[in-house]
């Protein structure tokens, strides 16, 4: 079946600044996709692009089969776009901004109102619907927003950050509505709080210097990284020759030691990938005499994913760049 969205080496330079570079990934037909990475990655940057806000470079992007820069009328109709600083106009009332948002969709007039009943419905703002937007909660806002990205009956949801700003609460409840509403749309979002993706998203693509690092469901970044997770240590012992030690321990990748407020060390320990030097590091304290308060494994979670992948990528740069440099000399 053909995808819902089809970007192929998308590049965007705007002056002095490329945010995007060779840009390529699909989204299938009622996939909820999460765009993660950092602030400046390019998240905003493709969706504008998608959306038809804003030209490419280069590349080619189609959104239900229909070329975005060709077909961009075609293309807006399928999609429900609910952009970052989400504008609305705040002076006016819930029902009123949407069945004006209605019109300029092209929503026929006599759809109108039942088009309206039932994004309130959808959304959870039947009850504010005669309230002024400017003196609604952030959460309320963002529901209005999202409303109206579903007034035309988009296949396509594409949403910018859709909880940014919002207390836990909040974010709970408009997470909760963007996974129901995936049952009916495939969904493109965007965030940099990795929880979110990991919660919301059958698929994350990591993003970082307008490039994709990785794209894969969620439990298989995580399978395909590590076997496991951090080790957090606590140790009371002199804080140099720990140092040492734990480093040179069998299985330790990377160990970080810092001194804590009651004179007990924490270190924590990326293992190599399938290691698990927990043993070696108890049997370590234990011949030193350094007293052992804590030896655990956190499970990975996306979040130590996306530092890792994202740090892997900063130092093949800094390679990159050093390489050119040494060309130069
Ligand atoms: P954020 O979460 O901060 O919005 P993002 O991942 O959405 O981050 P983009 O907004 O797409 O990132 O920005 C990608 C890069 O392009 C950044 O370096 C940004 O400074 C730059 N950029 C974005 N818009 C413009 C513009 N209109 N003119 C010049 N540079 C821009």
């Not at 692009?49 to 975005?68: C, E, H, K, Q, R």
């Not at 069998?250 to 270190?267: K, N, W």
Request: proline residues 4%.
């Amino acid at each position: 079946m053909q995808p819902m969205i089809k970007v192929e080496n998308l590049t965007k330079r705007y002056a002095g600044v490329t945010a995007l570079n060779g840009v390529s990934f699909e989204v299938k037909r009622g996939e909820i996709v999460g765009f993660l990475g950092p602030n400046g990655a390019g998240k905003s940057t493709t969706m504008r692009i998608l959306t038809g806000f804003i030209p490419a470079s280069a590349g080619s992007v189609a959104v239900a089969g229909f070329d975005v820069f060709a077909d961009s009328l075609e293309v807006r109709r399928h999609i429900g776009y609910m952009p970052e600083n989400n504008p609305l106009y705040l002076d006016m009332r819930v029902a009123e901004y949407l069945k004006f948002r209605a019109k300029i969709k092209g929503v026929a007039r006599s759809e109108r109102r039942d088009r309206l009943n039932e994004v309130l419905k959808q959304t959870g703002l039947v009850e504010v619907q005669h309230r002024v937007i400017g003196q609604l909660s952030k959460g309320f806002r963002q529901r209005v927003g999202l409303a109206d990205a579903l007034l035309a009956e988009p296949d396509l949801l594409i949403l910018d950050e859709p909880t940014i700003g919002l207390d836990p609460v909040q974010i709970r409840q408009v997470r909760e509505l963007i996974k129901d509403l995936g049952k009916r749309h495939t969904i493109l979002l965007s965030s940099h709080i990795l929880p979110e993706v990991e919660k919301t998203c059958d698929r994350v693509i990591i993003i970082h210097h307008g490039r994709i690092l990785a794209s894969d469901t969620p439990e298989n970044l995580v399978k395909s990284l590590h076997a496991g997770g951090l080790i957090n240590v606590e140790v009371r012992g002199p804080g140099a020759e720990v140092q040492e030690a734990m480093r040179k321990v069998d299985g330790v990748e990377t160990s970080d030691c810092r001194l804590g407020a009651d004179e007990f060390l924490t270190v924590t320990i990326q293992p190599k990938p399938g290691a698990d030097p927990r043993e070696a590091i108890f049997k370590l304290a234990v011949a030193n005499g350094w007293t052992l308060r804590e030896l655990t494994r956190k499970r990975t979670s996306l979040e130590d994913i996306f530092v890792q992948v994202m740090r892997e990528e900063d130092e093949a740069e800094e390679d990159r760049r050093e390489g050119r440099r040494s060309e130069l000399r």
